[in-house]
């Protein structure tokens, strides 16, 4: 368990836990021996619905699954609906039967996980009833297939409240006095159920969180964008009012982190990952065609059809979400795995002796040996905090953090509300300080929720710049000069920026700052070093995911390389978002021409240094491109988020946090 969890601070509710408050003074305690030690990896996804983790977890799931990782999904509601389980263009009866359709979803799940594992889509699975805390049930199946195995949990609260047809998860979410009945699929093991209350969900989450001690959690959204549309267009998308997604998945991330920020109160080490959802359909889509064949694939089973012969009663899967639907639903929500928090989940300073990332909700510090090993993280607190830090390292040789911290997350009409934080080291190589609040560029605990996480870069003399993305989708920033005070937050505008910053110095000392945008690389930069940043009219083409700048010779192609993935139709998809990604890498100087080309073929963000590029190919594997030579990485952990390339020496070295929630090393 981590040293000294509870050791800073006063406390405020989260979810009936205490959270320290972000101050945290004295040497940072060492992992005990018990979370030092290898764990063997597990992950556990918390969903609203049945589908969620298709939709918008895979292709990661999968990749965790296909190297031996178990999983462990927990589905929050019935999925049961209106219970009309029909495909959208049929004209026949309307067949309203809750219990059917949320069994037929179960059904679904199991033919999609078996197909995943290399069975038969029908094949038996292991039907149980699990005891939860509270003296809550739930039904419970397994299966295994050389030694890789899928639990599925079914807690089946109903999607809607007993009186007044309100949303369930929303609702009981708000308000204290709620009882949200559960849904008893047909065919199921569970033959009787308890209501939940608020603090009973949070409860039987977080006792499952401890059975299982993942080492990955993955969730949905808890703080989707701000989305403005006319009720018809919100009904027609799916979307909650004012927000980019559906109202039970914002309610099920919520539950999930109220959950686990109390598993993390108890000391426990782990990684943890919130994905977007609806917000998939409101951008470009980053999944080329082949990734995207395969990820829609698998919901091929889940989906089915009437005239499967699964033996379920219920029926044999979500009819509306089988066969090629979810590729030509316009809505587009499979083309693309987009996270709520995304950067490098190590951050590795230019000394390359030390890392820093978040564990167990708390930022830690781990030491590299000579050997490319790693030790034991030291804690240094500010739970509970985003996946992704940012960093900033002084002319002195200080490391200075930044974080955004989940300062309050309280429903029943409590405070929800983030902060950005920040931990600065006394001197080089020795302890750190109190966390100490930079506050949140937004003004109210609503739009305070939207921003992302921080993105720091030291400029020549000593100034830090601190960026983040802000409520109206443009960039907020704050600068620390040389003597160590700070300006106010400042609006640099964008207002259609996708979360995931980057920013670099160039030749000249100036400061670069880059967003992909909806049909555009937005960017931000100064006239001479000392000048406030300001937007740049840009020609570049459109990327759909965060940008890899690279710094390059003064005059040399404006100073500044891009490397990013983009459209495999650039013209299509500013008109249609459906257009695939393109599988090839661009790479552009700031005036939008072609810089030097780089092979690798893949998906997602890329890292560059030292002239060399790292990103994954078509299946998750690492991958690096080094002079022309195309090198992968064959063995080790599945990477979790972006990994950090460092360069030193003239050496690679590829870094970076597993699913096992241990940093990694990989030396091509």
């Given at each position: 368990m981590?040293?000294g969890?509870?050791?800073?601070?006063?406390?405020v509710t989260?979810?009936?836990?205490?959270?320290?408050?972000?101050?945290?003074?004295?040497?940072?305690?060492?992992?005990g021996?018990?979370?030092a030690?290898?764990?063997?990896p597990?992950?556990?996804?918390?969903?609203?619905?049945?589908?969620?983790?298709?939709?918008?977890?895979?292709?990661?799931?999968?990749?965790?699954?296909?190297?031996?990782?178990?999983?462990?999904?927990?589905?929050?509601?019935?999925?049961e609906?209106?219970?009309?389980?029909?495909?959208t263009s049929d004209t026949?009866?309307?067949?309203?039967?809750?219990?059917?359709?949320?069994?037929?979803?179960?059904?679904?799940l199991?033919?999609?996980?078996?197909t995943?594992?290399?069975?038969?889509?029908?094949?038996?699975?292991?039907?149980s009833?699990?005891?939860?805390?509270?003296?809550?049930?739930?039904e419970?199946?397994?299966l295994?297939?050389?030694?890789?195995?899928?639990?599925?949990?079914f807690l089946?609260?109903?999607?809607?409240t007993?009186?007044?047809?309100?949303?369930?998860?929303?609702s009981?979410?708000?308000?204290h006095?709620l009882?949200?009945?559960?849904v008893?699929?047909?065919?199921?093991p569970?033959?009787?159920?308890?209501?939940?209350?608020?603090?009973?969900?949070?409860d039987?989450?977080?006792?499952?969180?401890?059975?299982?001690?993942?080492?990955?959690?993955q969730?949905?959204?808890?703080?989707?964008?701000?989305?403005?549309s006319?009720?018809?267009?919100?009904?027609?998308d799916?979307?909650?009012?004012?927000?980019?997604d559906h109202?039970d998945?914002?309610?099920?991330?919520?539950?999930?982190?109220?959950?686990l920020?109390?598993?993390a109160?108890?000391?426990?080490?782990f990684?943890?990952?919130?994905?977007?959802?609806?917000?998939n359909?409101?951008w470009?889509?980053?999944?080329?065609a082949?990734?995207?064949?395969?990820?829609?694939a698998?919901?091929?089973?889940?989906?089915?059809?009437?005239?499967?012969?699964?033996?379920n009663?219920?029926?044999?899967?979500?009819?509306?979400?089988?066969?090629?639907r979810?590729?030509?639903?316009?809505?587009?929500?499979v083309?693309?795995?987009?996270?709520r928090?995304?950067?490098?989940?190590?951050?590795?300073?230019?000394?390359?002796a030390h890392?820093?990332?978040?564990?167990g909700?708390?930022?830690?510090r781990?030491?590299?040996?000579a050997?490319?090993s790693?030790?034991?993280p030291e804690?240094l607190?500010?739970?509970?905090?985003?996946?992704?830090?940012g960093?900033?390292?002084l002319?002195?040789?200080?490391?200075?953090l930044?974080?955004?911290?989940?300062?309050s997350l309280?429903?029943?009409a409590?405070?929800?509300?983030?902060?950005?934080?920040?931990?600065e080291?006394?001197a080089?190589?020795?302890e750190f300080?109190?966390?100490?609040?930079?506050?949140n560029?937004?003004?109210?605990?609503?739009?305070?929720?939207?921003?992302?996480?921080?993105?720091a870069?030291?400029?020549?003399?000593?100034?830090?710049?601190?960026?983040?993305?802000?409520?109206?989708?443009?960039?907020?920033t704050?600068?620390?000069?040389?003597?160590?005070?700070?300006?106010?937050?400042?609006?640099?505008?964008?207002?259609?920026?996708?979360?995931?910053?980057?920013?670099?110095?160039?030749?000249?000392?100036?400061v670069h700052?880059?967003?992909?945008?909806?049909?555009?690389?937005h960017?931000?930069?100064?006239d001479?070093?000392?000048?406030?940043?300001a937007?740049?009219?840009?020609?570049?083409?459109?990327a759909?995911?965060?940008?890899?700048?690279?710094a390059l010779g003064?005059?040399e192609?404006?100073?500044?390389?891009l490397?990013?993935?983009?459209?495999?139709?650039p013209?299509?998809?500013?008109?249609?978002?459906?257009s695939p990604?393109?599988p090839?890498?661009?790479?552009?100087?700031?005036?939008g021409?072609?810089?030097?080309?780089?092979?690798?073929d893949?998906?997602?963000?890329?890292?560059?240094?030292?002239?060399?590029?790292?990103?994954?190919?078509?299946?998750?594997?690492?991958?690096?491109?080094?002079?022309?030579?195309?090198?992968?990485?064959t063995?080790?952990?599945?990477?979790?988020g972006?990994?950090?390339?460092?360069?030193?020496?003239?050496r690679p070295?590829a870094?970076?946090l597993g699913v096992?929630?241990?940093?990694?090393?990989?030396?091509?």
């Open positions: 981590l040293g969890a509870a050791a800073a601070g006063l406390a989260v979810a009936g836990c205490g959270v320290p408050a972000p101050g945290r003074a004295g040497k940072p305690a060492q992992v021996a018990l979370a030690a290898p764990r063997d597990l992950l556990l996804q918390i969903l609203a619905h049945p589908d969620d983790d298709l939709y918008f977890m895979n292709p990661d799931t999968q990749h965790a699954l296909d190297s031996g990782v178990p999983l462990v999904s927990v589905y929050v509601t019935g999925g609906a209106n219970g009309d389980n029909r495909v026949g009866p309307h067949v309203y039967d809750k219990a059917a359709y949320s069994s037929a979803r179960h059904q679904g199991r033919q999609a996980y078996a995943l594992l290399g069975l038969d889509k029908y094949a038996p699975w292991e039907k009833v699990a005891e939860l805390r509270g003296g809550h049930r739930a419970v199946n397994r295994q297939h050389r030694g890789r195995s899928v639990e599925l949990v089946n609260t109903a999607m809607h007993p009186l007044g047809g309100r949303m369930g998860l929303p009981l979410w708000e308000d006095s009882r949200l009945p559960v008893i699929a047909e065919g199921s569970l033959t009787e159920a308890t209501s939940y209350t608020y603090d009973e969900l949070v039987v989450l977080a006792g499952l969180l401890a059975d299982h001690s993942p080492t990955l959690v969730t949905l959204d808890p703080d989707p964008d701000i989305q403005h006319s009720p018809a267009n919100r009904a027609h799916s979307e909650q009012p004012g927000y980019s109202a998945h914002t309610a099920a991330a919520s539950f999930a982190w109220a959950a920020i109390r598993h109160e108890q000391g426990h080490a990684l943890a990952t919130a994905y977007r959802a609806y917000y359909r409101h470009p889509k980053n999944l080329p082949g990734v995207l064949a395969e990820k829609a698998h919901l091929v089973p889940y989906g089915g059809a009437e005239d499967w012969q699964c033996g009663p219920g029926g044999c899967g979500d009819y509306n979400v089988g066969g090629k979810p590729l030509t639903n316009w809505k587009g929500w083309r693309s795995t987009h996270y928090h995304p950067g490098a989940r190590l951050l590795v300073p230019a000394d390359g890392a820093y990332g978040v564990l909700l708390r930022a830690v781990w030491k590299r040996g050997d490319d790693w030790g034991a804690d607190g500010g739970s509970p905090l985003a996946p992704v830090l960093g900033a390292t002319p002195d040789g200080r490391q200075l930044f974080a955004l911290r989940f300062s309280q429903g029943r409590g405070a929800n509300t983030r902060e950005i934080i920040l931990l080291q006394a080089p190589e020795g300080g109190a966390w100490k609040g930079l506050g560029p937004e003004r109210g605990d609503d739009r305070g929720r939207r921003i992302g996480p921080p993105l870069v030291t400029a020549p003399g000593g100034r830090v710049h601190l960026f983040v993305r802000n409520a109206d989708r443009g960039v907020s704050r600068v620390r000069e040389a003597d160590g005070t700070w300006s106010r937050w400042r609006d640099l505008g964008g207002g259609d920026v996708q979360e995931g910053l980057s920013a670099v110095v160039d030749g000249r000392g100036r700052v880059f967003a992909a945008g909806a049909d555009t690389v960017h931000w930069t100064q001479a070093p000392d000048k406030p940043l937007p740049v009219a840009s020609r570049l083409p459109l759909v995911d965060p940008v890899a700048p690279v003064e005059g192609g404006s100073g500044v390389q490397l990013y993935r983009t459209s495999a139709d013209a299509k998809a500013r008109k249609d978002p459906g990604a393109s090839h890498l661009t790479s552009v100087h700031l005036d021409s072609a810089a030097r080309s780089v092979t690798l893949g998906y997602g963000p890329v890292a560059a240094a030292g002239g060399q590029v790292l990103g994954t190919d078509e299946q998750g594997r690492l991958q690096l491109a080094d002079a022309g030579r195309l090198l992968k990485r063995s080790g952990p599945v990477p979790v972006v990994p950090t390339l460092y360069f030193r020496d003239g070295l870094l970076g096992d929630a241990a940093p990694w090393s990989w030396r091509p």
